[in-house]
């Protein structure tokens, strides 16, 4: 839970520290254009509490814990060590013994599209959408090519998770690509560049993404009550 969910909103959150814009020929912070970039408040900030938090969290806790766990990995994979696993297991339990790392693969896959979505504004939206994409397909392959999880309505909810996320990327590069959304008229518009989208299609796109990220939510929420309905049942017996 600290990793998937915890890390990563520390890690947006230090990494605004470094993203700075251009405004009106002056380079201020992103996230408080009162501060100008590189300043002695920003180095205060950088330096003293968003660098050293990064190094020592965000980088720090995972490399250890993953270095821990590969020094002990023949412990893990043949399930010798029945006091390793009750002090450790939360660090890899729910995933298959040749797979104990691969939470930290998760924690890398959302780092990398953290860093795509501070660091890559530059490049543009498009830039940042496909290389997203790119990310979120290279993992779905990987995902269901090594089958890492022991539970398979858990393997299920990655493979949904994932393909909800890689769809609605997908639908959301028309609406980046549509010219009609950036105030280019008819009249400026050469046949080469020209994208527009009719509002059935973009009602279509947008029913897309609703569904699919409804159908991933309807069979979570399924999984949840199943799973409560069978401890219910157990605690009862």
Not at 55 to 75: D, E, M, T
Not at 109 to 134: E, P, S, W
């Amino acid at each position: 839970m600290l990793m998937t969910i915890a890390l990563p909103n520390m890690a947006q959150f230090f990494l605004y520290s470094f993203k700075c814009i251009d405004v009106d020929g002056e380079i201020r912070l992103r996230a408080d254009l009162e501060i100008q970039c590189w300043s002695l408040t920003h180095k205060l900030i950088t330096f003293i509490v968003a660098l050293p938090a990064l190094i020592v969290w965000c980088i720090g806790l995972p490399l250890l814990s993953i270095l821990h766990l590969s020094r002990n990995r023949v412990a893990i994979i043949k399930r010798n060590d029945e006091n390793f696993r009750l002090q450790n297991g939360y660090l890899y339990e729910g995933f298959k013994y040749d797979f104990y790392f691969w939470e930290y693969l998760i924690l890398a896959r959302k780092y990398i599209i953290i860093g795509v979505c501070i660091f890559m504004t530059n490049y543009g939206v498009m830039t940042q959408a496909l290389t997203v994409l790119f990310v979120l397909v290279l993992f779905l392959v990987l995902t269901a090519r090594k089958r890492p999880f022991t539970i398979d309505y858990i393997f299920d909810l990655e493979i949904i998770s994932l393909s909800a996320s890689i769809i609605s990327v997908y639908c959301g590069l028309f609406y980046i690509a549509d010219t009609s959304q950036i105030g280019i008229s008819s009249t400026d518009r050469s046949s080469d560049v020209t994208f527009t989208l009719s509002q059935s299609f973009k009602n279509f796109l947008f029913t897309a993404i609703i569904l699919v990220n409804l159908l991933f939510f309807a069979y979570w929420l399924f999984r949840v009550v199943t799973d409560m309905e069978a401890l219910r049942g157990f605690i009862l017996r």
